[in-house]
């Protein structure tokens, strides 16, 4: 079992940064691939970034390749999401997952079976 808690949404301007974070509780969270999604208004949950359980490997969905960076640090049982250069196209409800699939690192939702509540984040023009 994992639960995960996001965290460092809000409101900022284009171009701008923001830095969120997921904790996260249980003691196996180190064996888990884990990912990040997004999902604006009216529209479906996406692949933002993945990144392994050692941290060794990521993967970026094309809108956010070149801005947006996925970090973890075990020790802390926390992975980072460090989003700079926002657009308003950004903007959209965050979450953090844990991947329980079989092949890890997957860019479908359906292949995390823990998910935070998400956050909240605004990019205004």
């Known amino acids: 079992q994992v639960q995960l808690v996001e965290s460092g949404g809000g409101l900022v301007q284009a171009g701008g940064s923001l830095r969120l974070s997921c904790a996260a509780s249980?003691?196996?969270?180190?064996?888990?691939?884990m990912g990040w999604f997004r999902q604006a208004l009216g529209k479906e949950r996406e692949f933002v970034a993945a990144?392994?359980?050692?941290?060794?490997?990521?993967d970026y969905a094309d809108s956010v390749k070149g801005r947006f960076t996925i970090s973890r640090d075990n020790a802390k049982n926390t992975v980072y999401l460090q989003m700079n250069s926002l657009k308003p196209e950004d903007t959209a409800v965050y979450y953090c997952?844990?991947?329980?699939?079989?092949?890890?690192?997957?860019?479908?939702?359906?292949?995390?079976?823990?998910w935070g509540q998400g956050t909240q984040v605004t990019v205004s023009s």
């Open positions: 997952a844990a991947d329980i699939s079989a092949w890890g690192m997957q860019r479908r939702p359906n292949g995390y079976g823990y």
């Open positions: 249980g003691r196996s969270f180190s064996s888990y691939d």
């Open positions: 990144i392994n359980w050692s941290g060794g490997r990521t």
